[in-house]
């Protein structure tokens, strides 16, 4: 994929092992004069951060970071800004151009006001996971960030049993942190209103990268598996037609309602 002439770029480097970032990801970096992102992040890419201008910041410090990288940017600088996974998804994408947008860019990648900004797709931790369970989320799926610090609770509760009540294979995100330890256990109760205990779900910590585990388990049983669950789980639950495989999980397609084979 070409990269265009561009400032900002904003970058997904995939799940944690350097296989999983794409092409256009490393070239971004390694185009760049800054680098910025949290430390976990930034270990990641190491090899590809010699005489490059790093600068860290912890979590909970988005906007000063997204704002650090649109001064830089503007300023003349080629700057990467690091998500894991996708930067899309949870990540810095959303941030950096609602800061950009408040700034009065234009939302055209910036050509008219100087800085042009571009993201990168990144391989997320739903796909991540998913490769390692099989193949959980080959149907439909809604992903959910069970975080509820800037989501409020009762919004995230309801989009929990929307998506139970409507079949939809359940990829959930920040099931736990520190601070929020019942969230996930929370979420299963709600899951379980609307189906079955013989559901197959699947946990996978630390995907492609050092300490990978992973377990595959049903939506009855889960609960058991309570605190192998942390801020580095993704946990993925299968629709009404998803069956186990030994260590896998499939999401049947549909090609059986209309094939023999
Ligand atoms: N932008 C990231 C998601 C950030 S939210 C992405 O696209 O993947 C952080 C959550 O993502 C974690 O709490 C965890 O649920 C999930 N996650 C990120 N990397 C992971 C990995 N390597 N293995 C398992 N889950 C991961």
């Not at 300490?211 to 598996?225: H, M, Q, S």
Request: with cysteine.
């Amino acid at each position: 994929m070409p990269i265009k002439d561009c400032k900002l770029y904003i970058v997904g480097i995939g799940p944690g092992c350097p296989d999983l970032m794409t092409v256009a990801a490393q070239q971004a970096i390694m185009e760049s004069d800054y680098v910025i992102g949290n430390t976990t992040y930034l270990d990641q890419i190491e090899p590809l951060l010699p005489g490059k201008k790093i600068i860290t910041s912890s979590m909970g410090e988005e906007i000063a970071r997204a704002r650090h990288a649109l001064e830089l940017a503007s300023g003349g600088n080629t700057v990467s800004i690091i998500s894991g996974g996708d930067s899309g998804v949870y990540g810095m994408a959303g941030i950096v151009l609602e800061i950009a947008e408040k700034d009065g860019a234009d939302g055209d990648g910036g050509a008219e006001t100087g800085t042009q900004i571009q993201v990168i797709p990144g391989v997320t931790a739903a796909n991540a996971a998913a490769s390692i369970l099989g193949s959980p989320i080959t149907s439909d799926s809604a992903s959910i960030s069970l975080s509820d610090l800037l989501t409020p609770w009762e919004d995230i509760e309801k989009r929990i049993a929307g998506a139970a009540a409507s079949d939809f294979v359940i990829v959930l995100y920040n099931p736990k942190s520190r601070n929020r330890n019942t969230n996930f256990g929370r979420c299963i109760e709600i899951v379980r209103r609307h189906r079955s205990g013989s559901v197959p779900v699947g946990l996978v910590k630390n995907a492609y990268r050092d300490g990978e585990r992973a377990v595959v388990t049903t939506l009855e049983r889960v609960l058991d598996y309570d605190d192998f669950v942390d801020m580095h789980t993704t946990a993925i639950i299968g629709n009404s037609e998803s069956r186990i495989w030994g260590e896998r999980i499939i999401t049947p397609r549909g090609y059986h309602r209309k094939y023999d084979y």
